[in-house]
């Protein structure tokens, strides 16, 4: 009656600077925690979603797995919003399962700008068309072949099974849930921006209401800051990687380094965000900011994006109201909570 009936399941993200893992349960209505890791990946083994090294990547899955010591053998994976297609388009509900199926796989050549026998597909009804009565919006969701199938070996080759493959900026959907807490009124009828600062990139993802309506990604990350240290301090990259989250480097380092990165930081989300206006008609204001990815624990950078942007911020913490097994080190979770959001929103898939 409580927890799960299914076979656990790993929502791994595979990233451009570590490989997260994370398996959750649910117990008495709450999400646990039951088993999570974070694993460095060697310089340039994941470049722009694409994994440009198996084996590299294999073998930190692996060290991840175990350090966590999740039991899983199935895992749920994702790619991000650039390496996918998606579109919404209308299909009579008068149709078949069946039906439906065929007329989608027939029509998808018009919506897909790549030969059908290079992308894997997939489809999901998600219910009655708003402009029509008598029709049924379906999700198309297409990915190339080869982005797919890499992350499929990569599970393989690290002894898991590939359950599911899902888009990014739906993974970001399936944890509004969780961060809808943080916000007022638990999010309803609000405009979202949760604004994901990664190693290299930066996705901006808007959410209506806890649906996704616009992503985009832009080439930024915590990457340049760790170079300018590199440059600046004469370190290597472990160790300006290492230096910067300790935040143990000379005194000159917030003026001269950290100062001018946050400014392109801020610059970023406000660019990110214009363009978001520009791009829509509907929507023109933002009710919140949510803050995600490594570079959202910068000291201070949610105040100068608030102060900035004139737009309330917050750090994304997916954790929030979840219970963690014993095992958990509570301040390594916490540390990471702001990076988590896709590997907790694939972990999520165990419960549809
Ligand atoms: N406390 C901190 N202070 C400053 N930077 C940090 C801190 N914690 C993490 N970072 C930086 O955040 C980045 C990693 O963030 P994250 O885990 O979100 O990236 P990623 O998912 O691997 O990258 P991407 O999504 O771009 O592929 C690194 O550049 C890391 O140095
Ligand atoms: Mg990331």
Do not use: W
Request: hydrophobic share 40%; charged share 25%.
């Amino acid at each position: 009656m409580f927890g799960r009936k299914k076979k656990p399941l790993l929502g791994i993200d595979i990233s451009s600077s570590v490989v997260k893992v994370i398996e959750l349960n649910q117990k008495n209505g709450k999400y646990c925690v039951e088993a999570y890791a974070v694993e460095p990946l060697p310089l340039n083994s994941v470049i722009e979603g694409r994994i440009e090294n198996t084996d590299e990547v294999a073998s930190a899955i692996k060290r991840a797995v175990k350090r966590s010591a999740s039991k899983a053998k199935q895992a749920a994976v994702a790619v991000s919003a650039s390496s996918a297609i998606t579109k919404i388009v209308s299909f009579p509900s008068s149709l078949t399962e069946r039906e439906l199926e065929e007329q989608v796989m027939m029509e998808a050549d018009n919506y897909i700008p790549y030969p059908l026998e290079e992308v894997r597909l997939d489809f999901e009804v998600l219910g009655t068309s708003a402009s029509d009565v008598d029709a049924v919006d379906v999700l198309l969701a297409a990915s190339r072949s080869e982005i797919v199938d890499a992350r499929i070996e990569v599970l393989e080759k690290a002894g898991l099974k590939a359950k599911l493959v899902d888009v990014e900026a739906y993974t970001i959907e399936n944890t509004f849930s969780l961060i809808a807490q943080q916000l007022p009124n638990q999010g309803q009828g609000l405009t979202v921006a949760v604004v994901d600062v990664g190693a290299t990139v930066t996705a901006l993802h808007v959410l209506v209401d806890g649906k996704i309506v616009f992503t985009r990604e832009q080439s930024f990350g915590g990457r340049i800051l760790t170079e300018d240290i590199e440059r600046h301090y004469g370190m290597s990259y472990q160790e300006a990687g290492r230096a910067k989250k300790q935040n143990n480097l000379p005194d000159d380092y917030n003026a001269k380094v950290l100062d001018p990165f946050k400014r392109s930081m801020v610059t970023t989300v406000t660019r990110g965000l214009q363009f978001f206006f520009s791009a829509s008609t509907q929507y023109q204001s933002i009710d919140q900011i949510i803050l995600a990815g490594g570079c959202a624990s910068i000291q201070g950078i949610d105040v100068m994006i608030e102060e900035e942007s004139g737009t309330p911020t917050s750090i994304a913490n997916p954790f929030m109201d979840m219970v963690l097994e014993n095992k958990i080190k509570i301040q390594a979770l916490s540390n990471d909570a702001p990076s988590m959001l896709i590997a907790c929103g694939l972990a999520m898939r165990s419960f549809d």
